[in-house]
């Protein structure tokens, strides 16, 4: 039962991603772009999605378990802002101006067969596996 309610989550996240136009690029460049043709319709996308989830992340925070599986609730914790969460999102910033593509599109756009999702998750892949080389501090 978990796993189709998991399934449809996605599903109805894919969807929402193919609709909102978040998986073509030039939509998404157009949305970076503020110096040109700025497209400002992914912004609403944005906003939309922070307004439905804030309440939800609200009423988490108050729980001890989860819903469904009734585990212990792991939400993170920590507020330290420090060089690797920096560095972290400035090459994701990177990544998203450069491509016009973040990984829940890229995954998106690649099960609609895009070529260029490909070698985006290919490349997101690699460098997922690139991190897990770098040392961590205990």
């Known amino acids: ?15 929402g991603l193919i609709i909102s136009g978040m998986v073509n690029p ?4 157009g949305f970076l772009d503020l110096t040109g043709h700025w497209d400002p319709s992914l912004a609403l ?3 939309g999605a922070i307004a439905t989830a804030t309440p939800f992340f609200i009423w988490a925070q108050t729980r001890k ?14 507020k330290i802002i420090d ?9 994701f910033g990177i990544g ?7 990984p829940g599109p890229g995954l998106v756009a690649l099960a609609m067969g895009e070529v260029k999702a490909f070698i ?4 997101m892949l690699i ?6 080389l770098i040392p961590k501090k205990s």
């Open 26 to 29: 030039a939509k998404v460049i």
């Open 1 to 15: 039962m978990l796993k189709m309610i998991a399934l449809f989550a996605g599903l109805l996240f894919s969807l």
């Open 127 to 132: 460098g997922m596996f690139i991190f897990t």
């Open 83 to 91: 060089r690797p969460l920096i560095a972290g999102s400035i090459l």
């Open 45 to 47: 996308v944005m906003a």
């Open 96 to 102: 998203w101006g450069l491509a016009g593509i973040c």
């Open 65 to 78: 378990q989860t819903l469904l599986t009734h585990e212990k609730m792991a939400l993170p914790d920590s």
């Open 120 to 123: 985006f998750v290919v490349s």
